[in-house]
């Protein structure tokens, strides 16, 4: 396993599009290896393709237990789709691995159902699921469509986080 860098917004790569995987075999189980690893050494509970620069429909997602641990249940999910929204529209306070030191509420659905595939390629369901859990799926959908957390705020913190983010990435290289 190795730890990859993560993608900073407002990197374009988080905007590209996302292909399907098509092949299912240990160069995938590698990745998503390492996807996990990343997440979990930058204290995430989710993490998707664009934001280690690989453009494809992966996700990996391990929320924390009642103890706040994670591990237990690493999830590795593959061209999900959400296939129902469903509740109340619920606020949502999110960060995000690529807006680092940055949170803030949005809004969110209550459940959802998002059809996927696991690592052998079998299709699979989270049938109407709820929490946290329900708000990262959506999350890391999010991201499989090139959109960002933050895209979702008023456009005036949006222009500012744009100049700020922008700053900070040219520092950063
Ligand atoms: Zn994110």
């Known amino acids: 396993m190795s730890l990859r ?3 900073i917004y407002t990197s374009e790569i988080l905007r590209k599009p996302n292909a399907e995987v ?18 979990y050494k930058h204290e995430g509970i989710g993490l998707a393709g664009p934001q280690i620069a690989v453009n494809k429909k992966i996700v990996v997602i391990d929320i924390p237990d009642e103890n706040g ?4 249940n690493p999830l590795v999910i593959i061209n999900p789709k959400i296939t129902k929204l469903e509740g109340e529209i619920v606020d949502s306070q999110e960060g995000c691995l690529s ?19 696991n690592l052998k390629g079998e299709h699979c369901v989270f049938d109407n699921v709820d ?6 799926l959506q999350h890391e959908i999010d991201h499989l469509e090139g959109k960002v957390f933050v895209d979702k705020l ?8 744009h100049k700020k ?8 290289n």
């Not at 098509?22 to 990343?38: R, Y």
């Not at 209550?110 to 595939?117: A, G, N, P």
């Open 22 to 39: 098509t092949v299912f075999d240990d160069e995938l189980k590698n990745l998503t290896d390492d996807m996990l690893e990343t997440m």
């Open 5 to 7: 860098d993560v993608v």
């Open 165 to 172: 983010y922008e700053k900070y990435l040219k520092e950063l």
């Open 69 to 72: 641990e994670q591990g237990k």
């Open 154 to 161: 008023s456009r005036l913190k949006r222009e500012r986080l």
């Open 99 to 117: 807006v680092p030191g940055y949170q803030d509420t949005v809004q969110r659905y209550e459940r959802c159902t998002v059809e996927y595939q």
């Open 131 to 136: 929490g946290l859990f329900a708000i990262c």
